[in-house]
């Protein structure tokens, strides 16, 4: 069993920066590739970024030079470093866990999932 727990959202002005943490609980087999995976209202959630347990990394192309995923792992975080945020990067950002990188931009392929956290960016 996998537990996944968001924190470091919030409310930002464009421009501006938030970074978003998971600390991760259980199996770390079933949790070797990590993603942030985000849902705007009334949109199908959509990964922006994915670590995988060989150390690459994917970006969707919508925040490529923005976001950085990182690890740490004696901390067992990853983390969603954004810089730059525009309105439309608002929404609900979600950790995510397969066991590996498979279709990583499918957010279906993510077998475990946080509860989510909130990132709002005004204009």
């Known amino acids: 069993q996998v537990k996944l727990m968001e924190s470091g959202g919030g409310s930002v002005r464009a421009g501006g920066s938030l970074k978003l943490a998971c600390e991760g609980f259980?199996?770390?087999?079933?949790?070797?590739?990590m993603a942030w995976v985000r849902q705007a209202p009334g949109s199908e959630r959509e990964a922006v970024a994915v670590l995988d347990g060989d150390g690459s990394i994917n970006y969707a192309d919508s925040v490529k030079g923005r976001f950085t995923i990182s690890q740490e792992k004696d901390k067992d975080t990853v983390y969603l470093h954004m810089n730059s945020l525009k309105p439309e990067d608002t929404g609900r950002y979600y950790c995510a866990a397969q066991v590996f990188c498979i279709d990583w931009e499918r957010a279906g392929a993510y077998t475990s999932w946080g509860q989510g956290t909130q990132v709002t960016v005004s204009s």
């Open positions: 259980g199996s770390t087999v079933i949790r070797k590739c």
